[in-house]
């Protein structure tokens, strides 16, 4: 019995020796371990500026929207004109600013989505899951409703497709 409890404990030391030695070969050990998953977390994460969404309608009065394959100009330029009048504050083109940039959104997100967050802007940011992410990535400056109707939002949205 005795010879068998000493035979087990000789085969436990060695374990152990020999998981100490290949610790300091290669430099591993379990801290080293978790502290590498966390920064290919933080790394991998997503912006949710740069999340691609083409699902998500989002909540609001936009439930559907087909765009026809054409660009309408006429439309677009209208609706640059409500943009520079109306969302330049906190919104550019081409860049980051208060908001999000508003070139690319149309190739991450649905019109139903954007045309939600330009019409319903405070019940997106209580219940999205992409918005409520977006509302955490701006420091928590909100996307403040504008007193803009649908067909403005429609004609903005015809604007964003010149951006892409
Ligand atoms: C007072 C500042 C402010 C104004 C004015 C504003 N927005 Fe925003 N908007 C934001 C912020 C900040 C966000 C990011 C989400 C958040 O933090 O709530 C945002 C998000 C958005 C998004 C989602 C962007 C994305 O990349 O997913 C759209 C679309 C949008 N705004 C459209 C507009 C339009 C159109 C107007 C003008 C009619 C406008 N916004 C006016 C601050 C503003």
């Not at 330049?88 to 600013?97: G, Q, Y």
Request: glycine share 4%; aromatic share 10%; net charge neutral.
């Amino acid at each position: 019995m005795f010879k068998l409890y000493f035979l087990l404990f000789s085969i436990f030391i060695l374990m152990s020796c020999g998981k100490a030695e290949a610790e300091k070969k290669t430099g591993f050990s379990y801290e080293n371990m978790s502290s590498e998953n966390n920064k290919t977390t933080a790394e991998t994460k997503v912006l949710a500026s740069e999340k691609i969404d083409l699902v998500n309608k989002g909540i609001g009065p936009i439930t559907s929207l087909k765009l026809p394959v054409d660009i309408d100009y006429t439309l677009a330029s209208n609706g640059e004109a409500i943009f520079k009048k109306m969302c330049t504050a906190c919104h550019r083109p081409d860049k980051k600013f208060i908001g999000p940039a508003a070139k690319g959104i149309m190739k991450t997100r649905t019109p139903e989505w954007i045309m939600n967050m330009m019409l319903n802007p405070e019940e997106m940011l209580r219940k999205d899951p992409l918005a409520k992410e977006l509302l955490i990535e701006f420091n928590y400056a909100p996307m403040v409703k504008q007193d803009i109707s649908e067909d403005d939002a429609r004609a903005i949205l015809e604007y964003y497709r010149t951006l892409n």
